[in-house]
Every structure is written in C-alpha cells, then in structure tokens.
C-alpha cells in the first residue's frame, strides 16, 4: 500500500512538470521575401519537425527558463539582417490556447538568432524572454522554404531610418545657409569713415 501511494505521489509530482514541458502545435513565420507564411505543424513530441523548429529556435528556454541557460546575455552585436516574425500557438488546458511572438533573424552571422519578448502569458506563468542562437537554425528554415540568402534590399531589422537622405539633407541645408551669409555679405553699401 506504501508503495502504491509513493508512486502515486511521484505521479502527482511529475503530472505539472509535464504540462508545462508541452510545446507549441503550430508556427508561423514571416518575413520579407516570403509570399506567405512559412507555416510548421505537427506532432507534440521528440523528434517530429515542430519540435525540432522550436527547439532550434530556443523557444523552450525562451518561453520556460532553464538551468544552466542557454539564452545569451543580451543582443548580439552587429547588423543581424532582416527580421522576421514567429508566432505560435501553443494549446492549453479546456481549449485554451496562447499565442506567443519571437523576433527572427535568420541571417545574421555567424548563427541565425531569435529575440522573444518577456512577459507573454503561458499557461499559468509568463515567458522569460531573451535572445539566443543556434548554428543549425538556418539550415531548417530554408528546408521548410526560406530563402537561402537574405531578399536584397533588406534592411538590419534594428532600423529602417533613411540616414543617407538626411545627410544630402543636411548638407543641403549648410550650404545653402552659407550661399545666404555670403550673399548678403556682399550685398551691403560700404560705410563712410
């Protein structure tokens, strides 16, 4: 009878540790470059290519937290390329379902790399957030249909700022204020000593 109720106990302790391990049933990404959503389904276990992408994309860590972490202490530095989105549904309890975000970039360099806001509601907690990279994260996006390189004229996703316009402006702007100083200069009457 001891026995019984030590495995039941062990049971009732793993139960909740499992339901927070459950993992999205879908993602979505896009991006420039895609004429529609890159769209990843399937089975909520090891090995299938959701859980492969997920995995790959740091979204357990991201959403859970782990110990040792693997999520990196804060945004590579560097042009990381375009940025895609990647939204997930990751089904709950009575029907529920929650749509967790995460910022891609999958052509930064060396690896591609992963942003998920902090605070976004799962389950009974909210994600932990934080950046992270993987070396084969690229490799299963262009088999599930991005494009091997970044779409040209993409920008670094950190800034879309026209800096280039603004400085022919500014510069614009200087020398036409000179051309006034120095037209005016010569306009004025000489003064009688």
């Known amino acids: 009878m001891k026995r019984i109720l030590f495995l039941l106990a062990i049971a009732a302790l793993a139960l909740p540790a499992t339901a927070l391990a459950k993992g999205p049933s879908e993602a979505k990404i896009n991006g420039p470059g895609l004429g529609k959503a ?3 389904t399937g089975a909520e276990e090891p090995g299938s290519p959701l859980m492969n992408f ?8 991201a959403a859970f937290s782990q110990q040792p972490s ?3 202490p804060g945004r590579p530095s560097g042009n990381l390329g375009p940025k895609y989105s990647i939204g997930y549904t990751v089904p709950g309890p ?3 379902s929650f749509d967790i975000q995460q910022d891609l970039y999958p052509y930064a360099k060396p690896y591609a790399v992963t942003y998920m806001p902090a605070g976004q509601k799962i389950f009974d907690m909210t994600t932990r957030g934080g950046w992270y990279q993987d070396a084969g994260l690229k490799d299963t996006l262009v088999s599930a249909g991005l494009p091997a390189t970044a779409p040209s004229g993409s920008t670094d996703g950190s800034s879309s700022f026209p800096t280039s316009l603004v400085g022919g402006l500014l510069a614009a702007f200087l020398l036409a204020a000179a051309t006034t100083v120095v037209v005016r200069r010569r306009a004025r009457p000489a003064t009688a000593a």
């Open 38 to 40: 890159i769209t990843i």
């Open 54 to 61: 997920a995995e790959r994309a740091g979204f357990f860590p």
């Open 70 to 72: 693997p999520m990196l």
């Open 94 to 96: 009575e029907s529920d």
